[in-house]
Nanobody, 124 residues
């Protein structure tokens, strides 16, 4: 079992930056692919970014490419999402997810472990 806890969300203005963190505990000795997803009210959960166990490969949704950066520090069992140039359309609950079944994935069904989410609200 892997336990994930997100932090770093908040209320910011358009153009500001936020850095989300996701701390993992439990069976972190397994090679975990990590992903960031978000879900706005009335919308489906969507991929934001994903990163392989080694951190050598990342994937970003087109809507955040060039503005968001996903990284990880395996020594701290923590994954980060640096979000720059935030837009009102980035407003959502952001979730961290982990999987020991895949190298990297973009579908929620590929992940077995989820955090409780952290709210990001961007005002115009």
């Amino acid at each position: 079992q892997v336990h994930l806890v997100e932090s770093g969300g908040g209320l910011v203005q358009a153009g500001d930056s936020l850095k989300l963190s996701c701390a993992a505990s439990g069976r972190t000795s397994n090679s975990l692919a990590m992903g960031w997803f978000r879900q706005a009210p009335g919308k489906e959960r969507e991929i934001v970014a994903t990163i392989t166990w080694t951190g050598s490969n990342t994937y970003y949704a087109d809507s955040v490419k060039g503005r968001f950066t996903c990284s990880r520090d395996n020594a701290k069992n923590t994954v980060y999402l640096q979000m720059n140039s935030l837009k009102p359309e980035d407003t959502a609950a952001y979730y961290c997810a982990a999987s020991d079944r895949i190298g990297m994935g973009v579908r929620p069904s590929q992940y077995d472990y989820w955090g409780q989410g952290t709210q990001v609200t961007v005002s115009s």
